[in-house]
């Protein structure tokens, strides 16, 4: 079974997704998982009030290490860096990222935009990346981003996930001189770690709450 997420933000996607999983996905002793989520995220923003909700009440130091490790040039050692290995600067010694922006600028709706985070490699690894691939569209003079993702911990990570995605997403089409879209985010596994289920409903209580107060 597939679920079909529509979300205007970034903030919307995570609340909606973290929704989805809470009211049918299946329990195991840690975690409620849900399989074949498909998220599609309009813009690039966030939702200033869901953003501070989120600030306040989540683990905000993960949140920055799973941006870091999904957009940043920091260097992870055994952790693999999402951005880093999309420029050739670790596993990979491809940058593909300029060879996308290259075909970009001269085959702007080529079907060849295909970039790849997981390497063979990784199946034997401890750290293994969540997010596989990512596919580039143009459509309507605006530069789309479909991710595909085996595991996404929505309690944790998939918030920084989505706001990574969109920084690169962002790179990408500023430096290929096309105005950013949105992004469809396919995750096989998505889930809620038992541990963070309470402030996860909280955070989406609270929102709910201000939305109907206004």
Not at 37 to 66: A, G, P, Q, Y
């Amino acid at each position: 079974m597939v679920k079909l997420i529509e979300a205007e933000n970034i903030s919307l996607a995570w609340l909606k997704g973290c929704e989805c999983i809470i009211n049918h996905g299946f329990q195991t002793k840690r975690k409620i998982k849900l399989h074949n989520l498909i998220v599609n995220i309009k813009n690039l923003e966030t939702n200033k009030s869901l953003n501070k909700l989120f600030r306040t009440h989540m683990d905000m130091k993960i949140f920055k290490r799973t941006l870091d490790i999904v957009s940043s040039e920091e260097s992870f050692g055994l952790h693999p860096n999402y951005w880093r290995r999309l420029k050739g600067q670790e596993e990979f010694k491809v940058d593909q990222v300029a060879q996308v922006i290259s075909r970009l600028k001269e085959q702007p709706h080529s079907p060849k935009l295909t970039m790849c985070i997981y390497t063979p490699d990784d199946f034997n690894r401890k750290y293994i990346p969540c997010i596989l691939c990512a596919e580039l569209r143009v459509e309507k003079h605006r530069l789309y981003l479909n991710a595909f993702v085996r595991s996404q911990d929505f309690g944790k990570k998939s918030y920084a996930d989505y706001i990574g995605l969109a920084r690169i997403l962002q790179r990408i089409a500023e430096n290929s001189n096309i105005q950013p879209g949105g992004m469809l985010v396919h995750t096989i596994t998505a889930s809620i770690d038992r541990s963070d289920l309470n402030r996860v409903k909280m955070v989406l209580k609270l929102f709910r709450k201000e939305g109907s107060s206004n």
